[in-house]
T-cell receptor
Framework: QKEVEQDPGPLSVPEGAIVSLNCTYS??????FMWYRQYSRKGPELLMY????GNKEDGRFTAQVDKSSKYISLFIRDSQPSDSATYLC????????????FGTGTLLAVQP | ETGVTQTPRHLVMGMTNKKSLKCEQH?????MYWYKQSAKKPLELMFV???????ENNSVPSRFSPECPNSSHLFLHLHTLQPEDSALYLC??????????????FGPGTRLLVL
């Protein structure tokens, strides 16, 4: 079983839709949860950062962490064509899990 | 731009060639990383350097040889590569000592094709 599972997509939505991106994980030691956005031919850039459980909102983006279910989500409201990219979840913890463990990424296409 | 630059952006090499990838960070960070990104696979951590000292080698084959002369520069020397080594190689840096929860800033990557 992979430490982090993420549906690779592709996910295609119309402009203005609410997008839900998800990851599940198996290691209960993970404490830090991140979402990176990667445009084509670019490196990943940090989009959202959450410590432990709960929600975090930044503009049109909301990150949710449910540690009891080992499940994290990224919601994008009023999606725009400029949101078209690959979204990578990543997480890390303490001790032996200091490394940042990434999901495979979900390719999102927002159609105008 | 994130403050992390990588050169070259694209590289084609034969299996007997020797080449080097270069990464430079302009953020004043102390930790630098090499990752490999292959299609439909998660980013794979290769090496971590903290204050120029290698703190992690994630069982990377010896045909990949990293070098970190100072906290701002990181190299990946390549020799006798295999076609399966074709991938996007990403460099990243973080402010602290590479501990958990540190935000990593990525460069644009070098797209490597091994023929």
């Amino acid at each position: 079983q992979k430490e982090v599972e993420q549906d690779p997509g592709p996910l295609s939505v119309p402009e203005g839709a609410i997008v839900s991106l998800n990851c599940t994980y198996s290691n209960s030691a993970f404490q830090y949860f991140m979402w990176y956005r990667q445009y084509s031919r670019k490196g990943p850039e940090l989009l959202m950062y959450t410590y432990s459980s709960g929600n975090k909102e930044d503009g049109r983006f909301t990150a949710q962490v449910d540690k009891s279910s080992k499940y994290i989500s990224l919601f994008i409201r009023d999606s725009q064509p400029s949101d078209s990219a690959t979204y990578l979840c990543a997480m890390s913890g303490g001790g032996a899990t200091n490394k940042l463990i990434f999901g495979t990424g979900t390719l999102l296409a927002v159609q105008p | 731009e994130t403050g992390v630059t990588q050169t070259p952006r694209h590289l084609v090499m034969g299996m007997t060639n020797k080449k080097s990838l270069k990464c430079e960070q302009h953020l004043g960070h102390n930790a630098m990383y090499w990752y490999k990104q292959s299609a439909k696979k998660p980013l794979e951590l290769m090496f971590v350097y903290n204050f120029k000292e290698q703190t992690e080698n994630n069982s990377v084959p010896s045909r990949f040889s990293p070098e970190c002369p100072n906290s701002s520069h990181l190299f990946l020397h390549l020799h006798t590569l295999q076609p399966e080594d074709s991938a996007l190689y990403l460099c990243a840096s973080s402010q602290g000592t590479g501990g958990p929860g540190e935000t990593q800033y990525f460069g644009p990557g070098t797209r490597l094709l091994v023929l």
